[in-house]
Each structure stands twice: as structure tokens, then as C-alpha cells.
């Protein structure tokens, strides 16, 4: 297993009702795959209703947590993705969807809106609201024509776009995603 440096702190309840501290260390719950090179996943949280259980003293997530959350359900990871102009020429459309079917989310990658090839080999769509948090590095967010690039302490609300994270630099970015069960109306 890859191990990660992000540090994960679960707080819950004792016996008698006092706050404690349940877990504090690595995240358990690390994911890479052959297919999408040097990205790392860390796996953090998950819910799997609305209004969220607050008790209990289970970890709810397992490293081969899916992309999307389950229905009424929420995820949160760190994400860290190399520079990527030392592979991305060499990813096939079979890879990306591999890289997906992992994360049980082939049906994501869906080309552009038109139907044509995407604009990046990764473009995806999930029935999510995401917040995505920029917490170090830099990273083009791509859409199906639109483009922009963000820095850490950026913020993007994704609704349910096309999409993709492109990191150009030569340095890891590293980005914390919310991704909460969504519907398109």
C-alpha cells in the first residue's frame, strides 16, 4: 500500500459522552492505480445519508471507496497530481477507463459535450456537487471549452461539468474534494 503523509484526526464519543480523540495518524485508506500515473488517493471520510450520523465509532471508508458517493451520500479525499507532461501523451483512452472502472466510475468519462474526443484523456462528469480546495500547487481546471488555472488557496464549486484537473507545473498538487450526491433537474 502507498503510504500517505496526510494525517487524519477522528473525533467521536466515549462510553460516558466526553469528546475523544478515536484515530489520529496516516490515513489508512490510500489508492493508486497503474493506469493513472503517480496520482494519489486519499480516501478521508464518507457518509452515505443526509442529515449525516454523527455517532458511532466505525471508520466508514475503505481504500477502493468509489469516485461518487452513494446516493444521499458524501466522500472526502486529498488528491495529489504529479506534473503530468511526463505521461500524459502515453494514456490511452483504454487507461482512463480503466483508471475510472477502479474507482467504479467508467460511465464519468464521457468525452465533450458534443460527443467528440475530450480535450484530456482524464475529462470526466459526475452527478455531484464538488468543492474543491487547492491546498498546494497549481492546477488548470478544464471544462469542455473553458479553462483555468488555480492556486493553492483556490476554490472551485463544480456543478456536475465536464471536467478535468491538469497540472502543468513540476511540482505535486494537492487538492481536497467534497463530492456530494447531486441531481440533475
Known amino acids: ?6 494525517r487524519r484526526v477522528v473525533t467521536g464519543h466515549d462510553g460516558n459522552g466526553k469528546a475523544v480523540i478515536i484515530s489520529d495518524g496516516p490515513t489508512p485508506h490510500v489508492k493508486t492505480s497503474p493506469h ?20 458511532g465509532s466505525t471508520d466508514p471508508v475503505t481504500a477502493a471507496m468509489k469516485l461518487e458517493p452513494v446516493a444521499n451520500g458524501m ?12 505521461y500524459i501523451n502515453n494514456i490511452s483512452d483504454e487507461d482512463a477507463q480503466k483508471a475510472f ?8 468519462l464521457e468525452g465533450d459535450a458534443h460527443g467528440g474526443k475530450a480535450r484530456h484523456p482524464f475529462m470526466h462528469k459526475t452527478s455531484t456537487l ?13 471544462l469542455d471549452e473553458d479553462e483555468v488555472l488555480m492556486n493553492a488557496g483556490d476554490v472551485c464549486i463544480q456543478r456536475a461539468t465536464n471536467h478535468v484537473w491538469s497540472n502543468r507545473s513540476n511540482e505535486i498538487c494537492r487538492i481536497a474534494f467534497i463530492l456530494i450526491d447531486g441531481q440533475e433537474t
Request: no cysteine.
Open 75 to 86: 466522500n472526502f479525499r486529498v488528491v495529489e497530481f504529479p506534473p503530468e507532461a511526463d
Open 130 to 142: 464538488d468543492y474543491a480546495i487547492i491546498l498546494s500547487g497549481e492546477v488548470y481546471m478544464m
Open 36 to 55: 493513472r500515473p503517480g496520482v494519489v488517493i486519499n480516501n478521508l471520510w464518507t457518509t452515505d445519508s443526509m442529515p449525516v450520523p454523527i455517532h
Open 1 to 6: 500500500m502507498t503510504k500517505s503523509n496526510i
Open 101 to 108: 472502472d477502479a474507482m467504479g466510475a467508467g460511465h464519468a
